[in-house]
């Protein structure tokens, strides 16, 4: 499974971004998908995470409210609408795959490249 995350760019406080993670297979619609982001000298951590079946989400409690996960199965493809925008929010952002649900990394098998989100105050 390959996976392909884009959307990300530069927004203002208070702005919306949507992020996309396509995924290469059709076989992806049984995969977990989670978001994760890294900040300049920080380390990775999770933001968001969405079952293959859209029955269990989970978010970080820094995004919870602000953020909303989402997937088409059928156009094999998770989403993260970006709602509020914080400077803190500036990471780049990951979309990562896994058999097994989890908000940890270490059960991703699959991982993106990566797309920059850039917040200004």
């Known amino acids: 499974v390959q996976l392909q995350a884009s959307g990300g760019g530069l927004a203002q406080a208070g702005d919306s971004l949507r992020l996309s993670c396509a995924a290469s297979?059709?076989?992806?619609?049984?995969?977990?998908v989670g978001w994760f982001r890294q900040a300049p000298g920080k380390e990775r951590e999770f933001v968001s995470s969405?079952?293959?079946?859209?029955?269990?989400?989970h978010y970080a409690d820094s995004v919870k409210g602000r953020f909303t996960i989402s997937r088409d199965n059928a156009k094999n493809a998770v989403f993260l609408q970006m709602n509020s925008l914080k400077p803190d929010d500036t990471a780049v952002y990951y979309c990562?795959?896994?058999?097994?649900?989890?908000?940890?990394?270490?059960?991703?098998?699959?991982w993106g490249q990566g797309t920059l989100v850039t917040v200004s105050s």
């Open positions: 969405i079952s293959w079946n859209n029955v269990i989400t």
């Open positions: 297979t059709a076989t992806s619609s049984y995969y977990n």
């Open positions: 990562a795959a896994g058999r097994v649900y989890s908000v940890s990394a270490a059960y991703c098998d699959y």
